[in-house]
Nanobody
């Protein structure tokens, strides 16, 4: 069982930055691939970024490449999402998720086993 808690959301102007954190419980954090997803009002949850258990591989949605960076610190059981050059269309609730399977499906929300409660990010124009 993994318990995930996101933090770091808030209100920021377009062009600004935020850093989201996701703290995980448990002793086997490095065995989990981690992902960030987001859901805007009236829209489906969408993939944002993901990172392998050892942190060596990262994956991004085309809409965030070059602006958002995922990283993890396995010693701290924490995954981060650095968000730069934010746009109003980045406004959403951001969720972190954990996946531990023999084969990892980084981009697919339904393949993730555990989810946090979400943190709101609002970008004003």
């Amino acid at each position: 069982q993994v318990h995930l808690v996101e933090s770091g959301g808030g209100l920021v102007q377009a062009g600004g930055s935020l850093r989201l954190s996701c703290a995980a419980s448990g002793r086997t954090f490095s065995s989990y691939a981690m992902g960030w997803f987001r859901q805007a009002p009236g829209k489906e949850r969408e993939f944002v970024a993901a990172i392998s258990g050892n942190g060596e591989s990262t994956y991004y949605a085309d809409s965030v490449k070059g602006r958002l960076t995922i990283s993890r610190d396995n010693a701290k059981n924490t995954v981060y999402l650095q968000m730069n050059s934010l746009k109003p269309e980045d406004t959403a609730v951001y969720y972190c998720a954990a996946q531990s399977r023999r084969r990892i499906y980084y981009y697919t929300a339904s393949e993730y086993n555990y989810w946090g409660q979400g943190t709101q990010v609002t970008v004003s124009s």
